[in-house]
């Protein structure tokens, strides 16, 4: 069961995104500001949803401190504002619009960015992989 952090100072959202996602089979912590998430963030999660505007530190803040401790964490911001988000600047995988046009919506894009995730991860092993192919045939030919 893949555990996930939601962050969001709206009880409604919270509770209809826990929800939602409890419903889907995931396990679901939850937390109302960024600085309670980073407090309770840790390497069992998989999962980062997290609202752009918090109290106290904003959801893009606590994906940057998020994603610095736990790099394989996947992350997914949620925001009201419809804003264009550059999701190789925050190193997001993904992100919501509020509000959720629909539930499944909402299942549909963490199961989107977690595939997204671990298609960059099998990426980078196989490059890894690669250059030390390399190394070693260059290694071979002196």
Do not use: W
Request: aromatic fraction near 4%; include cysteine; hydrophobic fraction near 45%.
């Amino acid at each position: 069961m893949k555990r996930i952090l939601v962050v969001d100072d709206d009880e409604a959202v919270r509770r209809l995104v826990d929800h939602v996602l409890r419903q889907a089979g995931y396990e679901v912590v939850l937390a109302i500001d960024g600085q309670q998430a980073l407090a309770k963030l840790d390497s069992s999660f998989e999962v980062l949803l997290c609202d752009k505007n918090l109290p106290l530190l904003p959801g893009t803040q606590v994906v940057l401190e998020a994603r610095a401790k736990f790099p394989h964490l996947t992350t997914v911001l949620m925001t009201a504002q419809p804003e264009a988000l550059s999701l190789t600047t925050l190193g997001l995988d993904g992100y919501l619009t509020k509000p959720f046009r629909s539930n499944a919506l909402v299942v549909h894009t963490l199961n989107a960015a977690l595939e997204r995730r671990a298609l960059q991860q099998k990426r980078q092993a196989l490059q890894s992989q690669l250059q030390g192919a390399v190394a070693q045939l260059t290694r071979r030919d002196r």
